[in-house]
């Protein structure tokens, strides 16, 4: 499952710069040019009507000081004249003289107490002041006074909004409007405004109306855009933008708007082209370098994006935002130390500063401290309750604890506050598989894509979802578009893979092979989580180092993840007081292979040695597989309902546990972390993962000589408790009693009553009890002496039909049962129709059940090889040796599964291409488990798989009386068939190499004498070997329990042991 943190890059200015122009007029600044000088019919005299149009012009070309001069001569003459005084007020509100420009402004009131242009200039120099009441009082007296004033109503406007009441500022506009409707650049002061209220159709409209009565109004245009833009239109805002510096070459706010809105287009070429002409504009400016450095590193330009930012600090130093960005520029890099420097620096300069908060909390969580991190990310949201990305990030350290509900509320913010967040919805999906909710996740993960389509996290856990959930076909397609999306995404590449793998596609085997090493041995490099499952690693050509170095990093994860819950270590007494505790963890009691195999075994166990804790990490599923255990061990315990697993701890530890078996390893449902708090003082790992667990907090594996020998001893991090005989433990005794007997059906017409020739496995028949068959039909016993490395006797009991035409017709039809001489035969087929629990092995069959080949589309007269296990155990080279196999063996064919179905055309493919006619591979569906078991009866020989042994699915075969050649490698996986063999007395079934192997199949397939003596040596070696003993296995565990409590009590630490035969 792939979890994915959010760096936030700080853009240094807003993503649309919304201009505001200056009105025709001067607005906010000074008395506007119309304002400050009364009418020429104002002006007695010529001379002073002279000077005073050459001061206007002079203030209006900014010649302060020359216009100042010539007024005061003015003023000199006449100290009435109420335009010179409105002028000189103007003159030193420009000079920032505000105390003169209210004492001129004043003046002017005095001479004329009606004068609303005076009180406009009067509420200037307030508000400048920042004496926002004061100003607002002149401004309203100016209009009352004046009406029709709109550049009262402006400078009302301006101040309404430093004061707040933007509705009101709003209303001043409008009014400014009524009286004069072409005041364009109004026009988009007022849009500004509706913008910044949310009002985007109406300021919209306002900047529509500007464009229409000044067409090159470029600053309209560009603040069209800005409204595009936030309303994610963003082809629209690039238009817009555009057209504004077409208009305005010199535009800088318009290039940096088109900057923005292209980098958030992802257009990042044109991107860095609109920046360019902005630094040509202004070269100097940091906010720009800093854009531009986001779009270098948004391109993988790291190094220019360095360089870039460090101009920006270079020119701003006290530049937070930028800080932050050149930082998440270097921790890309991989210069982490330098990175986390420049976040502290950045938090130096701004304490507050969110993004930096929550970025540094990235690096202290990839640094293993997740309180720290946790910390951080908290502050970040003190600081910004809103930040979508903290929110996303805390949740996933949360989740990382265990703290799946939590996590997942803080998802649910972060995508309330920002709903098209693709990371949170991802990130959620992930919470929601682990907490079982699939089609939660699949929703989750659905939803991410439909936001941004290039999201290759997402489309990969999508694929994940699929591959959980076998839709194999699914998974393999979203991973690949993950691919094409993040070539360099080894996650991605290493489950396509495993996928293809399962679906025995080999398509350039070899070369994707070699890649999968690679990514493996760098990442082991890196000392970064490998992503190459453990369970999956045996699958490919690792060396046992790598192996054992991704199982490692595994354990290691378990241990970084119980960190945080800061426990005490638990202290244990080296006393024994009463009998020894075992506890057997594990969330496989119930419906599982697992509990197939050892159901029995705790209530089997001594109780006069041994007291027995079950702790169940799933829920009850309601199986008699989960109801035997909980019944027969003295303790059975729910702890899937505790999901801290520190709290399970303390209950495992509470209840005394002195070895505690982890019965899941690195499989579906495991809950390693409970193991990595080590409450029990001695741990071992047994049964249900054919691995190391590479952890320093498991002391033992169980299992045996054959499986892992000490020569091979290197590969475990765990010391060797070999049982005495094999580590592997099958419950078919109890399970399918009614195959310990059967009856050989034939037709008497079809035999010709030569019953030496009467196959064992083409018509079986099985019951716990044969006797109403027996007493209504003729059985014959057959006993013939057949010749191996010894004389062998073999006894068949056959019944004699005098036809089998109805049970062929019941066949045929799919009829669930038929009578044969007034008693009822169930056909094979219809065990889930006529009882459930019988079919899944939950209860034993008490009907007469019929087997045939017919059953499965098997020639009666071949050889049949079979195959019952997953296709992905399957690898080119086997499929070799078994193509020579058939290829040698007249009339042979192999029985393989549908394990999963789309595996069966690639198979057959490459079984072809390699010279193998069509119709040599039949395939059956997967089947319920008492009928996958009891149809093994009808192969003759079952061929393992060299690369990952069948490990049950061995057990279930040779429970039938089918002989298995194996070849063992050197992995737990490829040694275990070999280990069953050798316990079952047939050590010449196990081969050295694949020579051997190909030459111990084709002797089976073509010497019939040998092959029936080597199946009947199975046959009677089932119920006499200790293969299928649950009792002595039982035995065998307490005795090596008890070993590895001797040797804690005595203080040694735990080495490899041995249970006595």
């Keep these: 499952m792939i979890t994915k943190m959010q760096s936030q890059a700080n853009v240094a200015v807003p993503q649309s710069v919304t201009t505001q122009p200056q009105s025709q007029q001067i607005v906010g600044v000074g008395v506007p040019a119309n304002a400050v000088i009364l009418k020429m019919s104002d002006i007695q005299q010529i001379s002073t009507v002279g000077l005073l149009e050459l001061a206007h012009r002079e203030y209006q070309a900014g010649d302060y000081e020359s216009a100042e001069l010539h007024c005061m001569q003015l003023w000199r003459q006449d100290g009435t004249n109420t335009g010179v005084l409105l002028l000189l007020s103007s003159i030193h509100f420009q000079c920032r003289r505000l105390d003169k420009s209210a004492h001129f402004s004043t003046l002017a009131i005095k001479q004329n107490p009606l004068l609303a242009e ?27 006074l004046k009406p029709d004033f709109i550049d009262g109503y402006i400078n009302l406007a301006a101040a309404l909004v430093a004061a707040g009441d933007m509705e009101q500022a709003v209303q001043a506009y409008v009014t400014a409007l009524q009286y004069n409707p072409d005041l364009y650049c109004v026009r988009s002061d007022l849009g500004n405004l509706l913008k910044a209220l949310g009002r985007l159709d109406e300021a919209k409209a306002c900047y529509l109306k500007a464009i229409e009565t000044r067409p090159d109004f470029a600053v309209a245009w560009s603040n069209l855009g800005c409204v595009f833009n936030a309303q994610s239109e963003i082809w629209l805002a690039i238009h817009h933008f555009e057209k504004a510096v077409a208009l305005d070459p010199n535009f800088l706010d318009a290039y940096i ?62 530049f937070p935002d930028a800080y932050c960005n050149l930082a998440n520029a270097l921790k890309e890099k991989g210069q982490v130390a330098d990175a ?4 502290n620096t950045a938090l130096r300069l701004c304490p507050s500063h969110a993004d930096s908060l929550n970025n540094l909390a990235n690096i202290k969580r990839e640094q293993g401290y997740i309180e720290e991190a946790t910390r951080l990310y908290l502050k970040a949201l003190e600081v910004f309750p809103e930040f979508a990305a903290a929110h996303s990030n805390l949740a996933s350290v949360l989740q990382q604890q265990g703290k799946l509900t939590e996590a997942l509320m803080h998802y649910k913010e972060a995508i309330r506050i920002q709903p098209t967040f693709a990371d949170a919805y991802s990130n959620m999906g992930n919470t929601l598989k682990e907490m079982q909710d699939v089609a939660g996740a699949l929703q989750c993960y659905t939803r991410a894509i439909q936001i941004n389509p290039a999201f290759a996290d997402a489309h990969s856990n999508l694929a994940s979802i699929h591959k959980d959930s076998g839709n194999i076909p699914e998974a393999i397609q979203s991973y690949r578009t993950a691919l094409k999306l993040k070539p360099d995404f080894p996650d991605a590449y290493c489950n396509l893979a495993h996928c293809l793998q399962i679906v025995c ?12 090493v690679s990514i493996v041995a760098e990442q082991l490099e890196k000392n970064r989580l490998p992503s190459v499952h453990p369970h999956h690693s045996m699958l490919y050509p690792l060396t046992h180092e790598y192996r054992k170095a991704i199982a490692a990093r595994h354990a290691n994860l378990c241990l970084e993840k119980v960190q945080v819950l800061h426990k005490a270590p638990f202290k244990f007494p080296r006393e024994l007081q009463g009998r020894l505790r075992i506890g057997y963890v594990s969330s ?95 741990q071992v790992m047994w049964l249900g993962y054919p691995g190391t667990s590479g952890a320093s907090y498991m002391d033992y594996l169980v299992t045996d000589g054959v499986t892992s020998p000490l020569e091979l001893a290197s590969q475990y ?50 019951a716990t009890d044969l006797s109403p068959l027996v007493e209504t039909t003729d059985i014959k016993e057959i006993k013939e002496i057949v010749r191996a490395a010894r004389p062998v006797e073999i006894s068949l009991k056959v019944a004699e039909l005098p036809t089998t035409t109805p049970i062929e017709t019941m066949i045929a039809s799919g009829q669930v049962q038929t009578s044969v001489n007034g008693v009822i035969l169930q056909n094979g087929l219809a065990t889930t129709q006529t009882n459930n629990k019988a079919a899944t092995g939950e209860e034993v069959p008490q009907s007469i059940v019929i087997t045939t080949r017919q059953q499965y589309g098997l020639p009666d007269d071949a050889v049949v090889y079979c195959n019952f296990n997953q296709l992905y155990k399957i690898d080119p080279l086997t499929l070799h040796m078994w193509v020579y196999i058939l290829k040698n063996v007249p009339n042979s064919v192999l029985w393989l599964l549908r394990f999963p179905a789309v595996g069966e055309p690639n198979l057959q493919n490459t079984a072809q291409q390699l010279g193998l006619p069509p119709g ?95 199946r009947a040596k199975v046959w009677a070696a089932r119920t006499e070997s200790p293969l299928f003993d649950c009792k002595a296995y039982a035995t065998g565990l307490e005795m090596l329990y008890n070993k590895m409590w001797q040797r804690y009590a005595r203080g040694d630490r735990p080495d490899h042991i041995k249970a006595d035969k």
Aim: proline share 4%; net charge neutral.
């Design 505 to 516: 596609d080999w398509t350039d085997y070899e070369s994707r092979m070699k890649k999968l």
């Design 257 to 318: 708007n088109l900057g923005n809105v292209l980098k958030e287009a992802r257009i990042f070429d044109r991107a860095v082209a609109a920046y360019l002409r902005a630094l040509n504009l202004s070269p100097n400016n940091a906010v720009v370098h800093g854009n531009l450095a986001c779009v270098y590193y948004e391109q993988g330009l790291i190094d220019l994006a360095v360089d870039t930012y460090r101009r920006a600090i270079e020119l701003q130093p006290n």
């Design 118 to 144: 005076a009180y406009s200039n009067l509420g200037n120099v307030y508000k400048e002041r920042g004496q926002l009441q004061e100003a607002l009082e002149n401004y309203r007296h100016a209009v009352r």
């Design 588 to 682: 496989d009691f119930g419906n599982h292979p697992t509990s197939h195999l050892m159901q029995s075994v705790p209530g089997l166990h001594d109780r006069a040695k041994v007291e027995i804790f079950c702790y169940a990490l799933s829920p009850d599923d309601g199986t008699t597989f989960r109801s035997k255990i909980a019944r027969e061990a003295e303790h059975f315990i729910d702890l899937s309902q505790i999901q801290c697993n520190g709290k399970a701890a303390d209950k495992i530890y509470s209840d005394g546990i002195h070895i505690l078996v982890n019965m899941n390893g690195y499989t579906k449902g495991a809950r390693n972390e409970i193991f990595a708090l080590r409450p029990a003082p001695v």
């Design 920 to 1014: 040599r591979i039949i395939f059956s569906n997967v089947a319920a488990k008492e009928e996958h078991v009891r149809r093994g009866q009808l192969a003759d020989v079952c061929l393992d798989t060299p690369l990952c042994n069948g490990h049950t699915t061995s057990m279930d075969i040779l429970w039938t009386g089918t002989p298995v050649v194996t070849l063992p490698g050197e992995t737990l996986a490829s040694r275990v068939a070999a280990s069953q063999l050798n316990t079952l007395g047939c050590p010449e079934l196990i081969a050295r190499t694949r020579i051997e192997y190909q030459d111990i199949a084709v002797r089976l397939g073509t010497d019939r004498e040998y092959l029936k003596a080597i």
């Design 340 to 343: 986390e420097e420049c976040y």
């Design 717 to 766: 991090s765990e010391k060797m408790a070999y049982m005495p005989h094999t580590y592997f433990v099958g419950d078919h005794k109890q399970m399918f009693p009614h195959l310990q007997e059967r009856l050989i059906l034939s037709d008497k017409v079809k035999s010709h009553n030569n019953l030496g020739s009467v196959a064992d496995n083409v018509a079986v028949i099985n």
